[in-house]
């Protein structure tokens, strides 16, 4: 599902969201950073070159970052095809989706939008072109960093985090804590994928892990009524809040064999 993490200037970013993300997005780390006249573009293939690199970037607030953690869906699992991208203006882009274009040769959907609508675009912080590409890309989400600031492209679908001041493209940085499950160190043990509840044997995935798995359950014969599966499931999810039991409309939508309840009360994923 990929992430996308935008840090302002005066923010700081928890290395340890990076971390979690990184375990389902693992086809490649990249930041792009300013000091507020220049942009800086840094790519790597793992979590541990990134955190070499940019811990410290990451705590400095008087930098601005916008970081992408991919998870491949066009073009090779590389270096080249990591967020984000450079556009024509020197600004960085970076995509959290899927689009339905066409791909040619090895390169990212996200490369590709960016070539056709963005490069040459005079000024593509104007409203009237954010509004436009906003519809154009469904529940896509884009942020284009410039020198000095973001310019979100459907900002209402990821969400700012209140305790660090920064803005996510999705939940697949939370960890069970996150989500207010109430994890405690006698009940749930951590695994590099997130948490076991020992009650009951049964893994516990962060958010994007969620979708994932759903994805991977899900029939490949009807792409278009897939990605509006998708899209309605991810409605669903709130940020510090778990799926409830008896939710009818998100349990209509999701196979059975794919979530199971607990209790009437904690939702986990069946093990495969």
Not at 152 to 181: I, P
Not at 212 to 225: A, C, G, S, V
Request: net charge negative.
């Amino acid at each position: 599902m990929c992430l996308i993490i935008a840090k302002p200037f005066n923010a700081r970013v928890d290395l340890e969201h990076v971390e979690i993300a990184s375990f389902t997005n693992a086809d490649g780390i990249g930041i792009s950073i300013s000091n507020g006249k220049d942009i800086q573009i840094h790519k790597y293939m793992s979590f541990k070159a990134f955190k070499q690199a940019h811990e410290a970037d990451l705590q400095n607030e008087s930098l601005q970052c916008l970081i992408h953690l991919r998870y491949g869906t066009h073009g090779s699992k590389t270096l080249k095809n990591v967020h984000p991208f450079r556009t024509s203006h020197g600004y960085a882009f970076a995509h959290n989706g899927v689009l339905d274009i066409k791909v040619k040769r090895d390169i990212t959907d996200s490369e590709t939008y960016m070539r056709r609508h963005f490069n040459g675009v005079s000024n593509p912080a104007d409203p009237v072109f954010v509004e436009s590409i906003s519809k154009d890309i469904g529940s896509s989400k884009f942020v284009l960093m410039m020198p000095d600031k973001f310019v979100f492209f459907n900002e209402q679908l990821g969400h700012w985090n209140k305790e660090n001041g920064c803005w996510y493209s999705n939940y697949g940085y939370c960890n069970v804590q996150d989500l207010g499950w109430g994890a405690t160190s006698n009940r749930f043990t951590r695994t590099p994928y997130g948490y076991t509840d020992t009650r009951y044997s049964v893994p516990f995935y962060t958010v994007n892990e969620l979708l994932d798995i759903i994805d991977d359950n899900l029939p490949d014969l009807f792409p278009k009524e897939k990605l509006e599966i998708m899209e309605k499931i991810e409605q669903y999810i709130d940020a510090c809040e778990l799926v409830q039991y008896g939710d009818d409309d998100l349990y209509n939508l999701v196979p059975d064999d794919v979530i199971q309840a607990n209790d009437g009360d904690i939702v986990s994923i069946k093990a495969s």
